[in-house]
């Protein structure tokens, strides 16, 4: 049936039905904007930063409020997978530490520990995580990692030792040597 307008009641449905399912999706898009504002506000929290862009960095590389606690591992990760592959005495020591962190087994936490002690993370996201730390050690919410400077170049140290030379103790690689290194200058051992 045309109405009086010119517009017939099967076109003024179909327009109805457009403009419901626009509705849908924007209210689908605030919830989504909202989730993430809730995560991106816990994440902060958790991480003690306020930069937006080291934020965006945190997110980019996968961390969520569940999983910021395994941050400070990155760089003990590092050290381990420096001379090809983590060992089991490697392995060892960092699920120690996870728990010793608070790291419950089985938590999204744990998951991501254990996919990262079987596939080695990238170059990059070594990089980006320490200078991450650096910052967050600097800020003034620096206990927000729990771990100084100092106490986490002793973590990867551990780490470095814990494999080679005899019965383990004593020889550390020179790629371990360099990935030391890198990580002392990072968080300036503070």
């Known amino acids: 049936m045309t109405n009086p307008d010119g517009i017939t009641d099967h076109i003024r449905a179909r327009e109805e039905e457009h403009f419901r399912k626009k509705d849908r999706e924007l209210i689908e898009k605030l919830r989504e904007a909202d989730a993430a504002a809730k995560a991106r506000r816990a994440l902060e929290q958790e991480a003690g930063l306020h930069d937006p862009e080291m934020l965006r960095e945190l997110d980019l590389l996968g961390f969520t409020p569940e999983t910021i606690a395994l941050l400070p591992l990155v760089p003990v990760l590092q050290v381990a997978w420096a001379k090809a592959g983590v060992s089991s005495a490697e392995r060892s020591l960092i699920v120690n530490l ?66 080679g030379g005899i019965f383990g103790i004593g020889r550390v690689s020179p790629a371990e040597r360099a990935a030391l290194e890198e990580i002392a200058a990072a968080v300036k051992r503070r």
């Open 98 to 163: 996870a728990r010793s962190r608070g790291i419950a087994a089985g938590s999204a936490a744990d998951r991501r520990l254990k996919e990262w002690l079987e596939h080695e993370p990238s170059a990059d996201t070594f990089h980006k995580a320490t200078r991450l730390i650096a910052a967050i050690i600097d800020s003034p919410d620096r206990d927000a990692l729990h771990v100084s400077g100092d106490e986490l170049f002793q973590y990867c140290d551990r780490i470095a030792h814990a494999s």
